[in-house]
């Protein structure tokens, strides 16, 4: 364990009494016989598909008519008004935004005009604020209220990731830095922070908005692929030991009615999913993940969790520790982004 100054961060409303329980709340919920969840994810043709899985009714693909650029992965995330989608389009390689309301059946999109960097993937927090790395090698932030938003600190050729407790341009984000290789964490109103933590080159960090406020970053240590741990709570990283499929990444995310939980999800050894909690608990459940892929996670009103991931068929899975693994007949062509929808 090595131990990093901590900084201070507000005291947020906490995630989940945002939610209302009067409210469909995707992903695992009120049922033991199907999964609740939605999943976005470009197929062969790199079409933008979204899978919108509502308890015990019939599970329902959406075909926005949207293209996604090459083999990067749309990032997925839901708020009360609806389930949000950023993603570097296949025509520009700008970044677009497309939100859906599935009780409604409908949808709109933009494009907001800012330049992806070539095969590298956006970021979108619960607040709708989108992080990405533009052409000209920078993180930059993007909200439908201001804007674009540029922050001067230059990245590696990886994805951004980002998380926020609910309030519009306070969100977090986690990134590998040029140069150091270094993990950073940004937000705009404290500005950049060098954690001295090196990422593992051609990988990516994943962040988690948690319940007391604080955030945890899931990341490959640099030189160990090994999945590391960093905490804003304590300022502590830990290395847990357990491998990382090389080339690939974990995700994090809070789990749903627990103070400061999380679950992470990644590819671990042979490509088998793998899951690690806040308690200390690993599983691998029996099923492995497509070779060159991760999976994406987030957090559902029961059982804690959902994880989206492609298998090594091709095929999409889920899995949650109520209902184990299963396997969709739909064909993501990268990484799913994975939310869950009011």
């Known amino acids: 364990?090595?131990?990093?100054?901590?900084?201070?961060?507000a005291a947020?409303?906490?995630?989940a009494a945002l939610f209302s329980l009067a409210?469909?709340?995707a992903l695992g919920a009120s049922s033991a016989l199907a999964d609740n969840g939605t999943f976005a994810f470009q197929n062969e043709t790199h079409e933008l598909r979204v899978l919108y899985m509502p308890g015990n009714e019939e599970n329902s693909l959406h075909s926005p008519g949207l293209s996604v650029y090459g083999t990067t992965s749309p990032a997925a995330t839901a708020w009360l008004d609806g389930f949000w989608v950023a993603y570097a389009s296949s025509s520009t390689s700008q970044l677009w935004m497309y939100r859906w309301t599935p009780l409604e059946g409908s949808g709109e999109f933009w494009n907001t005009g800012l330049g992806v960097k070539a095969a590298t993937s956006p970021a979108i927090a619960e607040d709708h604020e989108a992080a990405?790395?533009?052409?000209?090698?920078e993180l930059t932030l993007y909200n439908k209220t201001e804007g674009a938003h540029a922050t001067g600190l230059g990245m590696e050729q990886s994805n951004p990731a980002i998380a926020s407790n609910g309030y519009e341009a306070a969100a977090e984000v986690a990134f590998e830095a040029a140069g150091s290789h270094h993990l950073w964490l940004y937000s705009r109103a404290?500005?950049?922070?060098?954690?001295?933590l090196g990422i593992e080159a051609g990988t990516n960090p994943s962040i988690a908005a948690l319940t007391n406020g604080a955030y945890e970053v899931a990341f490959v240590g640099e030189g160990t692929h090994k999945l590391w741990?960093?905490?804003?709570?304590?300022?502590?990283?830990?290395?847990?030991?357990?491998?990382?499929?090389?080339?690939?990444?974990?995700?994090?995310?809070?789990?749903?009615?627990?103070?400061?939980?999380?679950?992470?999800?990644f590819s671990g050894t042979?490509?088998?999913?793998?899951?690690?909690?806040?308690?200390?608990?690993?599983?691998?459940?029996?099923?492995?993940?497509?070779?060159?892929?991760?999976?994406?996670?987030?957090?559902s009103v029961y059982p804690g969790y959902e994880v989206g991931f492609e298998r090594t068929n091709g095929?999409?899975?889920?899995?949650?520790?109520?209902?184990?693994?299963?396997?969709?007949?739909?064909?993501?062509?990268?990484?799913?982004?994975?939310?869950?929808?009011?």
């Open 315 to 342: 095929t999409l899975g889920t899995y949650n520790p109520e209902l184990g693994a299963r396997s969709w007949n739909y064909h993501p062509s990268s990484s799913p982004g994975v939310g869950f929808v009011p």
């Open 190 to 196: 404290a500005g950049g922070h060098d954690t001295g």
């Open 23 to 25: 409210l469909i709340l």
């Open 270 to 299: 042979n490509q088998t999913l793998s899951t690690y909690t806040w308690t200390g608990t690993f599983f691998q459940p029996p099923v492995g993940v497509h070779s060159a892929t991760g999976p994406g996670i987030a957090q």
């Open 12 to 15: 947020l409303l906490a995630a």
């Open 132 to 137: 990405f790395m533009a052409t000209n090698g």
């Open 1 to 9: 364990m090595e131990e990093l100054t901590s900084r201070p961060h």
């Open 229 to 265: 741990l960093y905490s804003t709570a304590t300022g502590l990283a830990t290395n847990t030991g357990y491998t990382v499929t090389t080339g690939t990444s974990p995700a994090v995310s809070a789990e749903y009615g627990l103070s400061g939980a999380w679950a992470a999800a």
